[in-house]
């Protein structure tokens, strides 16, 4: 059995580094072989003397292909264009991994004879945030027991495991409709609606970096209003409505929260501009742009 691993970057020099090194590390305790494709998102190539500098003395085989185009789901098919093997694992490029997650994640993907196994993303501050920032828990997805079955909703390419096979036949597989995100919710839309099973691993952990700029409030809102303007081709007429009267009940209770504390109140201007971009975006109206932020 064979794993590539998939990953995406755009000028992230030092975090894919660290990924790198970390992934270079994964405990395969002899039931599979693995590499790494690195798709770089920008034409410039300022990533490649990285990849070359680690796979230099890498014990497993790291690979570097470009895909010019500011769009993260063309990224994402020259990354599966260039991968091999019987799975494809997908990891961010400001994550990184505990050195037996991809052997967690395979072992699940075959005791359950799954399509595709998806794990936890737990933030990783750096430096101290504001007491506001972790009772946010802004970058904290919700857990689930291991082998709960996903819906699409829950499902995102952050930290996945899934079967090649899955991907014969589908077009794609990434729509380039979604450059600014959304792409991999569409992803595992259409493959559910196919069939495909993918279940939760618990322990299949990996730590997305945040660092100082995303604390800011401002890249916090702008952050929801686009992870709402991405949804807006998978945004239906009854979740537009729901999202016509989620609006005005956030905008009523957001100067309460405000006296209830900072972090409550953020996360009520999030779910404010969550459904203001879902709204917008699925009238035609796109206020972030169509790049995705970094």
């Known amino acids: ?24 590390r994964q405990e395969t305790a002899g039931e599979f072989t693995y590499s790494v494709v690195v798709a770089e998102n920008d034409r410039e190539q300022l990533a490649k003397a990285v990849v070359d500098e680690i796979a230099s003395s890498s014990p497993i085989p790291i690979r ?18 260039n991968a091999y093997g019987d799975f494809i694992a997908f990891i961010d490029d400001d994550e990184f991994p505990s050195d037996d997650w991809l052997l967690t994640a395979f072992r699940t993907c075959i005791k359950y004879n799954a399509e595709g196994v998806l794990g936890p993303v737990r933030p990783f501050f750096e430096h101290q945030p504001p007491v506001w920032v972790v009772k946010g828990r802004f970058w904290e997805l919700p857990d689930h027991p291991t082998g709960y079955r996903l819906r699409w909703r829950e499902a995102s390419t952050s930290n996945v495991l899934l079967r090649r096979r899955v991907l014969d036949g589908i077009e794609g597989p990434f729509r380039h409709e979604f450059g600014s995100g959304g792409e991999d919710h569409d992803f595992f839309k259409r493959l559910m609606e196919r069939g495909a099973v ?13 660092p100082p700029e ?16 991405a949804a807006k081709e998978l945004t239906d007429l009854f979740e537009a409505r729901k999202s016509l ?23 009520c201007m999030v779910s404010l501009c ?8 699925r009238f035609g109206y796109t206020p972030m742009g169509d790049k995705y932020l970094s």
């Open 1 to 24: 059995m064979h794993i590539c691993i998939c990953v995406c970057t755009y000028k992230r020099n030092r975090l894919l580094k660290k990924l790198l090194l970390k992934l270079a």
């Open 274 to 281: 969550d459904h203001v971009g879902m709204l917008l975006g």
């Open 214 to 229: 995303r604390w800011r409030r401002r890249y916090l809102l702008q952050r929801a209003l686009q992870r709402g303007q």
């Open 245 to 267: 009267l989620a609006i005005p009940l956030y905008a009523l209770m957001a100067p309460f929260l405000l006296l209830a504390g900072q972090h409550r109140f953020m996360r």
């Open 198 to 210: 993918f279940l939760w691993c618990n322990e299949a952990i990996v730590h997305e970096l945040v």
């Open 64 to 81: 570097h292909c470009v895909e010019p185009r500011q769009n993260i789901a063309m990224a994402r098919n020259k990354a599966v264009t």
